[in-house]
């Protein structure tokens, strides 16, 4: 099953998508916005990562494919705890000329409506490097989660240490975002069944 935004379609990655995504992960503009270790990968690497991930319950990792240019990305929902309804989410749109047109917005929306909505987890979780000002204006200002604390100095990039940046959201809260913003158009929806 595909995961339908309004912009982007989340879907199972394929061995065809680890070249982009190889090459997305070896781009050093991206690895220095990365909360972990940033370091080459070859592609035997990915071949091995892929493999690794295809069977792993715990750990979800969806393509974002758009309409217009294919695969520009990846969503991830990992660390989920059934217990405690809790899961880690982050994001990586690695195709340059796709950035700061709304689909890294509509792929956490997306995200966090199959997360909320169709796994019924209670809580997601992020970080974000404290000099990514668009991951943080993206997560913090346009999509509802709440800064939570840092972890001090905890990133080594560009010759200096940067905090780290400890983010999450409710359910309540994407709730409360999607009445909001009326984001997935239920409003409209509602209306229209009124008559």
């Known amino acids: 099953m595909n995961i ?3 912009k982007v379609v989340l879907r199972a990655l394929e061995k065809s998508d680890m070249e982009s995504l190889r090459s997305f992960h070896n781009d050093p503009a991206i690895g220095q916005l990365l909360g972990g270790w940033s ?5 035997e690497q990915q071949d091995e990562w892929f493999h690794r991930q295809a069977h792993d319950a715990h750990n979800l990792r969806f393509a974002i494919d758009t309409q217009e240019d294919g695969f520009i990305g990846i969503s991830t929902i990992t660390n989920i705890d059934l217990k405690s309804r809790s899961a880690y989410h982050g994001i990586i749109i690695g195709k ?3 950035q700061g047109h709304g689909y890294g917005r509509d792929t956490v929306m997306t995200t966090m409506k199959y997360a909320f909505e169709e796994l ?3 809580r997601l979780d992020g970080d974000i490097v404290e000099h990514n000002i668009p991951s943080y204006n993206l997560f913090i200002q346009k999509c509802g989660w709440k800064e939570e604390g840092r972890i001090r100095e ?4 560009n010759n200096r240490y940067y905090d780290r ?3 999450g959201i409710l359910k309540k809260e994407y709730d409360e975002l999607c ?3 009326d984001y997935w ?3 409209s929806a509602e209306s229209l069944n009124s008559f």
Do not use: T, W
């Open 4 to 6: 339908h935004g309004k």
């Open 39 to 43: 370091h080459p990968i070859s592609s």
């Open 96 to 98: 340059k000329n796709m």
């Open 120 to 122: 019924q987890l209670h």
């Open 154 to 157: 905890h990133a080594y990039r």
């Open 165 to 167: 940046i400890i983010v």
């Open 179 to 181: 009445e909001q913003q």
């Open 185 to 187: 158009g239920r409003k």
